[in-house]
Every structure is written in structure tokens, then in C-alpha cells.
């Protein structure tokens, strides 16, 4: 195996770089690259990994130059930076670390909470210009204030951890935090009216999605209480700045604290020059204790996955731990052949694919394994799909997509079926893997066989009648294709049988054809593998 090469296009912590050393990956570690879109594009094509921050900006431009890129990996935990689909649609694996850096980003929170109260950075300005403007900066006790917190997940929670800690009350808007969660983190679960109603502070921390951008708008701002100071340490865009602005001028709202902006790095700002506004350059992640897990973190996990296969908090695949990779990896591609064994004999539009997982394979990830075998299902069809982009593209196809666990029913340890219902019929190919790592074909539409997948085949449909197999021989030996392996099959004396040649070398079409004008065939095809 070629040494993998990875690039670290953002100023991670250098502990990334020994870490890539220690793990056998080659690593280009230029730091400020990230901002050179073009020269970045024009080397991306060198690497199988790219480690970033959020200034680089993973676009589809910048992955269709990607041609070796498998994994992409962000030393934080927001993921808007990179295009999610252009990566999935070219199989590239994208990783965040979801915990590195969030106690460090919870802290600047609360932080900016607290120099808001006390307006720490306008009176530390004032004293070092020599006013000594006591009366100026009059302050508020944090004690016995209500925090509002938007986005109650990893951050949000230890935000009001520490809220907590500083005698606060704490109100929490999150659809997706459970009562039962909220009482053990000593919340309040409220809706955003109520939220707006009752906060002296808001803090933001949720994704920016279509539901959040702008959550924080006119509207939402008029219904605060007078007097009320936000903090955004979230992501730019969840509050609407103009409409902050105005409130800021109209003196409804008392102070903001923002350490993201719609756009960055922001230069200029709506907010900026506000006497009751402190602003940090996107700081939350910064502190050495987060830049170092984070860094530390994300190149574990890609090299991981570089040299093992072993995919940990991937945004678009599911996980897939180092003990688990090399079990499943024959797995993996057993799914990935029956789905290409079923896809290139079909020829109409998929309605439904059913994927039975039977015996010791049905404790496995079936996530990955129903994702290998619809890419061997659509390839044949679309082309350009991989495993992370399959289910994305049968989801944006209707195909629906049925996964059946069960125990085992056949002889064999674990059976992996694989079930498609086109517009106008309904075919099964099921296989296994045998003790040697290699994929079998052991059933094909209810009928036994016991069959390697050949890189090339031909498969035969035909009625189980004498005379066949003599007059298919002479066909291809006179065409000088040489067979390496024959099996055959049939559901029962004089019924449907079915033939599975490996030859070596393609198939010319005219001997297909011809093979197809045999009396007792009904149908005949070349298969790759
Ligand atoms: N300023 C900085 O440097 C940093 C910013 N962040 C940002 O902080 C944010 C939160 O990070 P985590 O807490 O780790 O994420 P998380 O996923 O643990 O929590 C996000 C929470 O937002 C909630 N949420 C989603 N949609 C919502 C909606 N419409 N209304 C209310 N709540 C909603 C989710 O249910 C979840 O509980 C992310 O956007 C992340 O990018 C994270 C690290 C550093
Ligand atoms: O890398 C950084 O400094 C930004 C961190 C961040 O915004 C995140 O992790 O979502």
C-alpha cells in the first residue's frame, strides 16, 4: 500500500502533524493555504486526506479537482465550510470532532456573558486612555438572572452548567431536547416565545440551518424583554445584525456580545462601533487546550480511516470502529457485488430494494453494508455512485429502501440477500462469505449454486433441457473465450436453470448473441466484476 498523503490546508495545532508522522501518512502541513482557493485547487488532487479549520472552504469547485480525496476532516465541530453533498456525491468521507472544543466554546460564552454585565472590554479601553470614567460603567449582577439558552445540546448544556454555577436561572429553548434531559441538566424547557419573554440574556447555540437563520429576527427581538443582552457564539447568521442593530440604537436591547458574523472574516459590520457591543474574531475554539484535541482528534480519526477503514463521527456515513472495519470489509464488498450482480441484470426503473441480512452479519454496521450493496445496485445504471453517495441518490431517486434483520435460516453463518422489485418483476441473489474472506453467490431467484464472482462472467437463464451446456461449450470455443469456472443450478428436474461462467477476458456482444439464440436459453448476459 502507497503511503497516504494528507494536507492541512487551517492553522491546526501542530500535534496534528506529529500524529499524521507517527501514523505512516505523509503530511503537508501549510497553514494559510486555506485562504489561496485557486492554489488550493490546483494541488488538492495530490492528497488522499484534508485536514481543515473553518477558513478553508471545501467547495464543489475545490472537490472536483479532488480526484484522490477520501476523507476530509474539521478540527471543530461546525461543518458549513464544506459542501456535504459535492463531498458524499464523490464518496468523500467528511469527519468533524464533535466534543474536542466544546467546554473551551461554552466558556467564551459565558465569558462574553460576563464582560457584557460589567462592559469589561469598554471600561478596560477607557481606563488605558487615562479617564478613570467610574461612574460610566455601571454594571448588572449575573446572580438571579435568567438565562435564555437557544440550542440546548453539547454547548448549550454546559453553558447552563456554568450559568447554573453562577446562580442563575436557566430557561432553554431546544425541540429536540427531552424533558427528561432538560431535568438532568437542571433547565427549564420552554418555547422561544417564552424564552424571548422571560431571558435577561440569550445565548445562541445551535447549527445555522433553514430553521435557525434569522431565529433571532425583528420579530422575535421586539418580543424581548427591554433591557435584554445577547451572545451569539454559535454561528453568524442566527441573528439578523441590521435588525439587532436597531434595537441596540432604539436601547431595547441593553448589549451583544458576537464572536460570528453572517460573513467572515468580517471586516466591516452592522455591529461594529456600537458603544454596548463587544465582538471576538470567531475565538470560541481558541484555546490551546481545544486546538490540541481537536487537532489531535481529527488526525486519529483520519488516519484511521486512511489506513484501517475505521470511520468515526462521519456526517455522512455511519460509524464503523477499528475492531469492526475488518469484519465488515468482506462483508462490505460481498453487499457491494450482489447489488452490481442484481443492477446489471436490471434494465427498468427500481421501485424498492430489500436487503436481508440473516445470521452473525445482522449484528453487524447493515448501515454501511446496505450503502456498499446499493452502490453495486446503481452503478451499473448511473455511473459515477460510491458507497457514501448510494443512499443519498437512491433517497433523491423514490427508490425505497427496506433493510430485514433475522436470525440464521440457511446452512450458512450469515446470508446477505439483496431483493429488487423493478416496474415489472422481482429478482433475489443472496451470497455469503466463506472462512477464506471471499464472496460467494449461493442463491440466485431461489436457485442454489455455489459460485465465486468472476471479473468476467456470463449468466445464463435457461430451461433445464438436455443439449444446452454441449452447444454453449462449442460457442465459445470456437470464439477462443476460455472458460475458468462453471456452475449450474436449477429449481427442480426440466424447470428453470441457470448457468454461471467465468471466462477469461470480455464477452464479445456476437457471442452473447448467439449464446441468447440457443433453443433452450432465455436470456444471456455479460457481468463484470
Ligand atoms: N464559535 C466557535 O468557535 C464555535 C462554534 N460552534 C458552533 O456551536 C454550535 C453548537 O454546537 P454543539 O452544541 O456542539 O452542537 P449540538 O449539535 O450538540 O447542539 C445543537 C443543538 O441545537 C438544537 N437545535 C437544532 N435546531 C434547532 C432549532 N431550530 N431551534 C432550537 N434548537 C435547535 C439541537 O437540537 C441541538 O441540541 C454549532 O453551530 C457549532 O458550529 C462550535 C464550536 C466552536
Ligand atoms: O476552528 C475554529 O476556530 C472554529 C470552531 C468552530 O466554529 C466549530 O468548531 O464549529
Redesign the pocket.
Known amino acids: 500500500m502507497t503511503k497516504p498523503k494528507v494536507l492541512i490546508s487551517d492553522a491546526l495545532s501542530p500535534a496534528a502533524v506529529q500524529i499524521f508522522k507517527d501514523r505512516g501518512i505523509d503530511v503537508d502541513f501549510q497553514p494559510a493555504l486555506g485562504k489561496d482557493k485557486d492554489k488550493l485547487a490546483e494541488i488538492i488532487g495530490n492528497y488522499d486526506g484534508l485536514a481543515i479549520r473553518s477558513a478553508t472552504k471545501a467547495t464543489a469547485k475545490i472537490l472536483a479537482n479532488a480526484k484522490n480525496l477520501k476523507v476530509i476532516g474539521r478540527a471543530?465541530?461546525?461543518v458549513?465550510n464544506v459542501e456535504i453533498p459535492a463531498a458524499t456525491a464523490r464518496g468523500i468521507i467528511v469527519m468533524n470532532t464533535?466534543f474536542g472544543?466544546?467546554i473551551t466554546?461554552a466558556e467564551?460564552a459565558i465569558t462574553l456573558m460576563l464582560a457584557l454585565a460589567r462592559q469589561i472590554p469598554q471600561a478596560d479601553a477607557s481606563t488605558q486612555a487615562g479617564k478613570w470614567e467610574k461612574n460610566r460603567f455601571m454594571g448588572i449582577e449575573i446572580t438571579g438572572k435568567t438565562l435564555g439558552v437557544?440550542?440546548?445540546?453539547?454547548?448549550?448544556a454546559i453553558v447552563a452548567d456554568r450559568a447554573l454555577g453562577l446562580k442563575m436561572k436557566v430557561v432553554a429553548?431546544?425541540?429536540?431536547?427531552s424533558p427528561e434531559r432538560a431535568k438532568d441538566i437542571g433547565v427549564e424547557k420552554v418555547d422561544l416565545d417564552e424564552l424571548l419573554k422571560r431571558a435577561d440574556f440569550i445565548t445562541l447555540?445551535?447549527?445555522?440551518?433553514d430553521?435557525?437563520r434569522n431565529?433571532l429576527d425583528a420579530t422575535a427581538i421586539n418580543k424581548t424583554k427591554k433591557g435584554v443582552r445577547i451572545i451569539n457564539?454559535?454561528?453568524g447568521g442566527l441573528v439578523d445584525e441590521a435588525a439587532l442593530r436597531a434595537a441596540l440604537d432604539s436601547g431595547h436591547v441593553a448589549g451583544a456580545a458576537f464572536?460570528?458574523f453572517v460573513e467572515e472574516p468580517a471586516k466591516e459590520n452592522v455591529l461594529f462601533g456600537h458603544p454596548n457591543v463587544i465582538c471576538t474574531p470567531?475565538?470560541?475554539?481558541?484555546t490551546t487546550e481545544a486546538q490540541e484535541n481537536v487537532a489531535l482528534q481529527v488526525a486519529e480519526q483520519m488516519s484511521d480511516y486512511l489506513l484501517t477503514g475505521a470511520i468515526s463521527n462521519a456526517i455522512n456515513f455511519p460509524s464503523i470502529t477499528a475492531e469492526e472495519a475488518p469484519k465488515l470489509k468482506p462483508f462490505i464488498e460481498l453487499a457491494e457485488k450482489l447489488g452490481s450482480f442484481a443492477g446489471q441484470l436490471t434494465e427498468s426503473n427500481i421501485a424498492k430494494v430489500q436487503i436481508t441480512y440473516e445470521g452473525a452479519v445482522a449484528e453487524m454496521k447493515v448501515k454501511a453494508l446496505t450503502a456498499a450493496a446499493l452502490s453495486g445496485l446503481l452503478r451499473p445504471m448511473l455511473g459515477d455512485v460510491n458507497v457514501v453517495s448510494a443512499p443519498v441518490v437512491a433517497k433523491e431517486r423514490g427508490m425505497i429502501v427496506d433493510e430485514v434483520l433475522r436470525a440464521a435460516e440457511s446452512d450458512y453463518e450469515s446470508v446477505i440477500t439483496v431483493t429488487v422489485t423493478t416496474d415489472d418483476m422481482k429478482r433475489s441473489v443472496s451470497g455469503t462469505v466463506y472462512a477464506d474472506g471471499a464472496p460467494r453467490l449461493v442463491n440466485i431467484k431461489g436457485i442454489r449454486v455455489d459460485a465465486e464472482f468472476g471479473k468476467s462472467m456470463i449468466y445464463i437463464t435457461n430451461e433445464d433441457k438436455p443439449g444446452f451446456i454441449g452447444k454453449f461449450a462449442s460457442l465459445l470455443g470456437d470464439a477462443k473465450v476460455n472458460i475458468a469456472t462453471f456452475h449450474l443450478g436449477r429449481n427442480q428436474q426440466g424447470g428453470d436453470a441457470i448457468a454461471l461462467v467465468e471466462v477469461d477476458g470480455p464477452v464479445p456482444q456476437e457471442i452473447l448473441t448467439k449464446v441468447a439464440a440457443l433453443p433452450q436459453v432465455k436470456q444471456a448476459k455479460a457481468l463484470a466484476f
Open positions: 471543530g465541530i461546525g458549513d464533535p472544543n466544546s466554546t467564551h437557544i440550542g440546548c445540546g453539547n454547548i448549550g429553548f431546544d425541540p429536540f431536547l447555540h445551535t447549527p445555522l440551518t430553521k435557525t431565529i457564539c454559535a454561528r464572536d460570528v470567531h475565538l470560541g475554539a481558541s
